[in-house]
T-cell receptor, first 112, second 112 residues
Framework: TQLLEQSPQFLSIQEGENLTVYCNSS?????LQWYRQEPGEGPVLLVT?????EVKKLKRLTFQFGDARKDSSLHITAAQPGDTGLYLC????????????FGSGTRLQVQP | DTGVSQNPRHKITKRGQNVTFRCDPI?????LYWYRQTLGQGPEFLTY????????KSRLLSDRFSAERPKGSFSTLEIQRTEQGDSAMYLC??????????FGQGTRLTVV
């Protein structure tokens, strides 16, 4: 069974601080995705990483895929209150149907 | 709005009643997924359609759950004889390509 473990589960920081959240697995994934979800809404895709060691930047967000494709990280620089939300990592299930298996998420709160 | 649409957004039902949710995917997307998300967890895969064919069902999908996609367009998820443990957010997602899945806003089910 492919499991994705995210840490930390909760993070409360002040506006302007930097933070990193992690997504780890004992399984190799062909790709990993990061989503952000706000209360009462569906997840919204932020990025897909495909190649081991890949780094992608989305404004103040930097995503990295581990060399062995078993882990990923999301780094946010100078966090803003608008970054508040649930950050989920997800990877394709090994059934070949391209459904996703999700981590349990990191709930981020950025205080103004 | 050409995104994934789910109805209703919220449903409160008494234990033992049947409920049905609808998902309208992005029109050109042939793949459709249903997920369930409980509080504090990431979404869990329930079932997958490619066009009108239901190609995969999770073990989470008990006999009380049934899903259809009769014409390969919209999909319905029915829960019979609801139980309190069915209370969750039910999410629908659609995709056309290899990676990116677009999620609807979800249907929040509360069984009282």
């Amino acid at each position: 069974t492919q499991l994705l473990e995210q840490s930390p589960q909760f993070l409360s920081i002040q506006e302007g601080e930097n933070l990193t959240v992690y997504c780890n697995s004992s399984s190799v994934f062909s790709s990993l995705q990061w989503y952000r979800q706000e209360p009462g809404e569906g997840p919204v895709l932020l990025v897909t990483v495909v190649t081991g060691g890949e780094v992608k930047k989305l404004k103040r967000l930097t995503f990295q895929f581990g060399d062995a494709r078993k882990d990923s990280s999301l780094h946010i620089t100078a966090a803003q209150p608008g970054d508040t939300g649930l950050y989920l990592c997800a990877g394709p299930r090994d059934t070949g149907r391209r459904a996703l298996t999700f981590g349990s998420g990191t709930r981020l709160q950025v205080q103004p | 709005d050409t995104g994934v649409s789910q109805n209703p957004r919220h449903k409160i039902t008494k234990r033992g009643q049947n409920v049905t949710f609808r998902c309208d995917p992005i029109s050109e997307h042939n793949r459709l997924y249903w997920y369930r998300q409980t509080l504090g967890q990431g979404p869990e895969f329930l079932t997958y359609f490619q066009n009108e064919a239901q190609l995969e069902k999770s073990r989470l999908l008990s006999d009380r759950f049934s899903a259809e996609r009769p014409k390969g367009s919209f999909s319905t998820l029915e829960i019979q004889r609801t139980e309190q443990g069915d209370s969750a957010m039910y999410l629908c997602a659609s995709k056309a390509g290899e990676y990116e899945a677009f999620f609807g806003q979800g249907t929040r089910l509360t069984v009282v």
